[in-house]
């Protein structure tokens, strides 16, 4: 396994740059005083970067004065063999708890880390959340994987007890995302399943595979530029909402309707 820790700052919008120089000393861009975002990526067959990356890079340092941190653990993904790369998720989070006790040992602090992981980068998310016994501040599930995942115990995905706030978003439940709730809060937009305007037809080739699972991030993405707020409803289940039985945001009585991403 080898991982690789690309840091971007406000300072290095367009390059960037290693975590630790070779003498392991702190990259002097990084803050510690400041909130750090954790982007980790999923299962990649064919070792392609993910499209969404620089553009998610972007919005989040556009949004907020933050360090950023990209976990490349392409090696560990780049695999056609997928139980492989999910064997991998708990060597990553591993690897990945060294570099936080250095960052730890340079003034950084757990509460202002911010892991948002896809797919299968939302498992070690909660790897490393565990390893550190839930004190991590937030950890963003954006379609966590669901084969190999679903039906495990909380020991062995994602679970709400891995950082102070949970928040996971459902964009292929009945795909190659994890359907059960596993966060504090969980969205399933459009039920989570079958997204607006993804490929209907195997014709479509891979977009028809990855469309409904990549919708998570675009969702997310789209909730830190917007000024719409994406605005969801506590309910059962989707036939209940689309019933008309849960449409109903009474914040007197406590029942407040929770705004997702941001």
Known sequence: MEISLMMYTRNNFNCAEPLFEQSNSLNINFNVSKKTVWLIHGYRP????????????????????????????NRGATTLLYNRAVRN??????????????????????????????????????FVGKIFQGQLGRITGLDPAGPK??????????????????????????????????????????????????PKSILSGIQYIKCDHQRAVYLFMASLETKCNFVSFPCPSYEDFKAGSCVDCDYNKGKSCPRLGK
């Open 46 to 73: 064919t070792g392609s970067a993910p499209v969404w990356l620089q553009n998610f890079l972007r919005v989040l340092l556009n949004q907020d004065d933050v360090n950023v941190i990209v976990v490349d653990w």
């Open 89 to 126: 998720t708990r060597k990553v989070a591993v690897s990945l708890s060294r570099y936080i006790r250095n960052l730890l040992d340079h003034g950084a602090s757990l509460h202002n880390f911010h892991f948002i992981g896809m797919s299968l980068g939302a498992h070690i998310s909660g």
């Open 149 to 198: 995942f679903s039906g495990k115990s909380p020991n062995d995905r994602l679970a709400y007890t891995d950082a102070k706030f949970v928040d996971v978003i459902h964009s292929d439940a009945n795909g190659l995302g994890i359907k059960e709730p596993v966060g504090h809060i969980d969205f399933y937009p459009n039920g989570g399943k079958t997204q607006p305007g993804c």
